[in-house]
C-alpha cells in the first residue's frame, strides 16, 4: 500500500487547495484558479487524497520532517554548533533568534500551513465530503485531521508561548484558527491564553481518540498513520509539559500494562524493541507509535538544510552523511559518567579527529535525500512519561516508576537494572528519569519541551550563556510576518 510512506503525491492535489508561495498566502491559501471546494472533495479517491496531504504537510522538512526536532535538541545544551550559519540555525542554538529569523518564520508558516490545511479538511467533509465516503470513515478521516491540527498546536507552544507552569497558562497563547481560511481579510485574530490553546490541543486528542482505528490492516500504517494509541500516547506528552500528573497516569495506564515487560493491552501492540539501534533501522516497528515517512521520490523527503542526519552527522570526510552543522557537546550529556560505554545507545556517537577531536550524533545514517524516518513518538516516551508522573504524583520511589526506568536503561545496558534501594530520595529517581531521558531521546527533540515545561534555565553551552526563564529569548518571539498581517496579534 504506497499510501504509508509516500504522501508525495497526495500532497501535490492539496498544493492546489492550499500551497503558497509568500507569507501573506498562508493566511489566504487558495489561489482563485484552484479547484472548487465541491470538487476536491468529490470522490472517495480526492478526499482520501485530501487527508494524506495533511500528513505531507505535517512532515514538510521545515516543519516535524526536519526542522521542528532539530530546534528542539539545539536550544539545548547537548550540541555545539560548527558552521555559525543562520539558515541552518545558529541563531537557535544561540537563544538570539528575532522575530524575522528564517527559523521563527517558517517553523510558524509551515505548522500554521498544516493546521490551515486540517481546518479546510474538516470543513470540507463537514460540507459534503462525510457523503461521498459514508459517515464511518468521515469519521476516521475526521480524528486523523484533529490529531494533526492539535500536534501542530502543542509543537507551536513549545517555541512561541510560555510554558503552562508560568502562570498556569494564563500568559498569551496563540492565535486559536479552527476554520478554514480561504480568502483575504481572514487573518486578524487575538492570542488566546496558553491554557486555551492546551484545552483545544486536548478536546482534538480526545475526539481524534474516539474516532481513530485501534489498528490498521498494513503493519507500516501502525507508525505512519495515527490510531488511537497514537492519540493517548501524545496526550501523556502533552499532560506532562501541563504538569498534569494525574492525567499522564490515566492515559498512559490505557497503553502500558502494571508490570514488566510493558506493553500495550489494547490496539496496536506497542512495545520496546529488544536492540534500540533496529528502532533507526527497521521504521515500522512496534516502538514507533508515530513517525514521519521518508522515501526516495521527490517532494518526499525533508529538502535541502532541513534533514536530521544533514545537521547531526558529521561530514564524509569524517565518516558520516551530513554537513557535521553541530557536534556533540563534550561537556553535554555524552560526558555523563553513569552512561555506560558499553550502552546500546553510545553507539549513536561517532568520534573524528585526532589532533581535534569531535563527537557527533550518528542515530540518522541515510545518505542524501537524507530518507530517515523521523520519530514523533517512541513508546519509551510513554514509560518515562508514565514514570515521572508516578514519582511527583505520589513523591515517593514509586515502585512500577523503578520497573519502568529500569526497563528503558536496560534494553540498552544489560548491566544495569534498577531497584528502589537504587534511588535514595523521590528527588533523585525523578533527576535518573530526566538524565534517561536526555540519553533515550538524543536528537530526536525533546530536550526544548522538557526544559520548558519545568522552567527550567537552559544551561550554558560553548560561547553561549545560560539563559534564565526570565529572560528574553527563553521562548521564541512572534513571526515578524504574523505581526504584520495579523492586527491583533502581540509579540512576546
Known sequence: MKNKVNYSAALCLSLLLGASSCNRDLLTPIPQTSVS????????????????????????????GGRYVIYGDIRGEDFINETSNLVTGSDVWGLNATNSATAVVNLWYFAYLTINRCNIFIDGMEAGGTTVVGAETAAKYIAEAKLIRALSYYSLLQYYARPY???????????????????????????????????????????????????????????????????????????????????VITEANKIVSATAPFSAPTGVAHKLQPDITTVFTTYANAESI?????TT??????????????????????????????????????AEPTWSATDKRRSFVKQSGTTTVKNWLVK???????????????YSEVLLNL?????????????????????????????????????ATSADLTNAILLERRIEFLGEGLRNNDLMRLLQTIPAKGTVPAKAPTEPNYVWPISASELALNNLATDN
Open 364 to 378: 540518522y545514517k541515510a545518505d542524501s535525500p537524507y530518507t530517515d524516518w523521523v520519530p514523533v513518538i517512541r
Open 290 to 294: 508515530f513517525s514521519m515517512p521518508m
Open 37 to 64: 471546494d465541491a470538487s476536491a472533495f468529490s470522490t472517495t479517491t480526492r478526499v482520501q487524497t485530501q487527508l494524506l496531504s495533511l500528513y505531507g504537510a505535517l512532515k514538510d522538512g521545515n516543519f516535524y
Open 297 to 334: 521520490t521527490t517532494g518526499d523527503f525533508p529538502g535541502t538544510q532541513n534533514q536530521l542526519a544533514y545537521y547531526f552527522s558529521p561530514n564524509k570526510a569524517n565518516g558520516g552523511v551530513g554537513n557535521g552543522e553541530y557536534s556533540l557537546n563534550p561537556r553535554g550529556i555524552i
Open 165 to 247: 507552569a508560568d502562570g498556569n497558562g494564563s500568559k498569551p497563547g496563540l492565535p486559536l484558527r479552527l476554520n478554514g481560511i480561504k480568502g483575504v481579510g481572514q487573518s486578524n485574530l487575538a492570542r488566546s491564553t496558553v491554557a486555551e490553546v492546551y484545552t483545544q490541543v486536548l478536546k482534538d486528542l480526545n475526539e481524534a481518540e474516539t474516532g481513530l482505528p485501534s489498528t490498521y490492516t498494513v503493519v507500516a500504517d501502525n507508525t505512519t498513520r495515527a490510531h488511537k494509541n497514537t492519540a493517548i500516547a501524545l496526550k501523556t506528552r502533552v499532560y506532562l509539559s501541563m504538569q498534569n500528573y494525574a492525567s
Open 387 to 423: 514514570a515521572e508522573a508516578k514519582v511527583r504524583s505520589t513523591n515517593t520511589v514509586d515502585a512500577q516508576a523503578v520497573a519502568l526506568l529500569s526497563a528503558v536503561r536496560n534494553r540498552s545496558d544489560a548491566a544495569t537494572t534498577y531497584t528502589a534501594a537504587s534511588f
